[in-house]
């Protein structure tokens, strides 16, 4: 079993950055895809970036392409959502999941394990 557990959300003005970490318990943190999701008040949960095991292969949202950008360092167990030129419409709480041997698939139900989430307000 996994543990997933999201840190680095906050309060940031429209134009800013922020950097979302997701920190995974196990020895096999290597083994799984990650991926990145939101979801804000009264809307379901979206994809945002997911990368993938074994390639580091990435893959992102319309919305955060150019903006985004997710990583992983095996060695700490730990993935990362780098967030620049932040916009309201990004507001949201953010969740980090995982699938071992996964594909870069975009929803929700493709992911085994998922994090509490961190809460990302943009200020206009």
């Known amino acids: 079993q996994v543990q997933l557990v999201e840190s680095g959300g906050g309060l940031v003005q429209a134009g800013g950055s922020l950097r979302l970490s997701c920190a995974a318990s196990?020895?096999?943190?290597?083994?799984?895809?990650m991926g990145w999701f939101r979801q804000a008040p009264g809307k379901e949960r979206e994809f945002v970036s997911a990368?993938?095991?074994?390639?580091?292969?990435?893959r992102y949202a319309d919305s955060g392409k150019g903006r985004f950008t997710i990583s992983r360092d095996n060695a700490k167990n730990t993935v990362y959502l780098q967030m620049n030129n932040l916009k309201p419409e990004d507001t949201a709480a953010y969740y980090c999941?995982?699938?071992?041997?996964?594909?870069?698939?975009?929803?929700?139900?493709?992911?085994?394990?998922w994090g509490q989430g961190t809460q990302v307000t943009v200020s206009s």
């Open positions: 999941a995982a699938r071992q041997f996964g594909l870069l698939r975009v929803a929700t139900s493709e992911y085994e394990h």
């Open positions: 196990g020895r096999t943190f290597s083994r799984y895809t």
């Open positions: 990368i993938r095991w074994g390639t580091d292969m990435t």
